[in-house]
């Protein structure tokens, strides 16, 4: 059974940091590149990051590039993202799924609440 875990979500002031976290058990990262989205209120769900199987390239969006890292840990079965310099706009449900972009995702997690406000 394949499942997708994520954790690290929660409250921050603009500026702050947080690194989320996507264990996933069930399959094999080696074989899947990874992506993390995010779906804000009233917004449709939206590409944020991907790494791909063996993590040798990794791409952001606009909106997030220079502050947000994603990376994977192979023996973990763990995909991270490491979220800095972080604004209000990025308050949003976090997910990871298999696949980087939002229609060939296979499977996804159920997401984690980030929530950036003064």
């Known amino acids: 059974q394949v499942q997708l875990v994520e954790s690290g979500g929660g409250s921050v002031h603009p500026g702050g940091s947080l690194r989320l976290s996507c264990v996933v058990s069930?399959?094999?990262?080696?074989?899947?590149?990874m992506g993390w989205f995010r779906q804000a209120p009233g917004k449709e769900r939206e590409e944020v990051s991907c790494?791909?199987?063996?993590?040798?390239?990794?791409s952001y969006s606009d909106s997030v590039k220079g502050r947000f890292t994603i990376s994977k840990d192979r023996v973990a079965n763990t995909v991270y993202l490491e979220m800095n310099n972080l604004k209000p706009e990025d308050t949003a449900v976090y997910y990871c799924?298999?696949?980087?972009?939002?229609?060939?995702?296979?499977?996804w997690g159920r997401g984690t609440q980030v929530t950036v406000s003064s």
């Open positions: 799924a298999t696949g980087c972009k939002i229609g060939f995702a296979t499977y």
């Open positions: 069930g399959l094999n990262l080696d074989q899947y590149g």
């Open positions: 790494i791909t199987n063996y993590g040798n390239s990794r």
